[in-house]
């Protein structure tokens, strides 16, 4: 009885030393900052958060989605910078569709979209058109949009493949106090500084 006794006992911690582990290795969401490796390009410092896709997809992109942004820095400010430009890297081929512009008083253009759809933090989803990337499997987005996202907690993106299937995306901001790179440093290096309002 007591053979028995010892051996769930030691089952048990075995249990729970495997569970330890397991949770330990969930990376925490973090902003990692590199330098542009274009050498024709001004310099910028890159900044990307990786995320997540929610459900299963069919072409199974090589690596995890991406939000990148892509500041300048500022030589009249020491630290801070000019936000460039900001790109959700999904990896895989989006659907673009093409809209005409009314502001063009010659002519007619159209220009190259993506249909996405965010939500912040569970609020209300915002539609809106964006750019695609020459790669057609990133989109870009605007300093406005950045602003917002750096407030949230969790973002959860959606668009759609080249055959229609909506690809759903997550993206969680760091905890202040856990991540090395905060938000808030992310924000100065881009010269977003009113993320109160």
């Given at each position: 009885m007591k053979s028995h006794l010892i051996l769930i006992i030691l089952l048990g911690s075995a249990g729970l030393g495997v569970a330890a582990r397991t949770q330990q290795a969930v990376p925490l969401p973090s902003w990692q900052e590199s330098q542009s490796k274009d050498p024709v390009d001004e310099p910028r410092r890159q900044f990307?958060?990786?995320?997540?896709?929610?459900?299963?997809?069919?072409?199974?992109?090589?690596?995890?989605?991406?939000?990148?942004?892509?500041?300048?820095?500022?030589?009249?400010?020491?630290?801070?910078?000019?936000?460039?430009?900001?790109?959700?890297?999904?990896?895989?081929?989006?659907?673009?569709?093409?809209?005409?512009?009314?502001?063009?008083?010659?002519?007619?253009?159209?220009?190259?979209?993506?249909?996405?759809?965010?939500?912040?933090?569970?609020?209300?989803?915002?539609?809106?058109?964006?750019?695609?990337?020459?790669?057609?499997?990133?989109?870009?987005?605007?300093?406005?949009?950045?602003?917002?996202?750096?407030?949230?907690?969790?973002?959860?993106?959606?668009?759609?493949d080249k055959d229609g299937r909506q690809v759903l995306l997550q993206f969680d901001m760091p905890d202040s106090a856990a991540a090395p790179l905060t938000s808030a440093q992310v924000a100065e290096a881009c010269g977003v500084n009113d993320l109160q309002k």
């Open positions: 990307s958060l990786t995320g997540k896709f929610l459900a299963p997809l069919q072409g199974k992109p090589a690596n995890p989605p991406t939000l990148l942004l892509k500041c300048a820095p500022d030589e009249r400010s020491d630290g801070k910078g000019k936000f460039r430009v900001g790109v959700v890297v999904v990896g895989l081929p989006l659907k673009i569709h093409f809209v005409e512009i009314q502001e063009r008083k010659t002519g007619i253009s159209y220009y190259p979209e993506v249909s996405v759809s965010y939500r912040l933090d569970g609020g209300k989803a915002v539609k809106d058109d964006w750019p695609p990337r020459s790669d057609k499997s990133s989109v870009e987005f605007e300093k406005s949009d950045f602003k917002k996202m750096l407030r949230a907690h969790t973002i959860l993106i959606t668009m759609p």
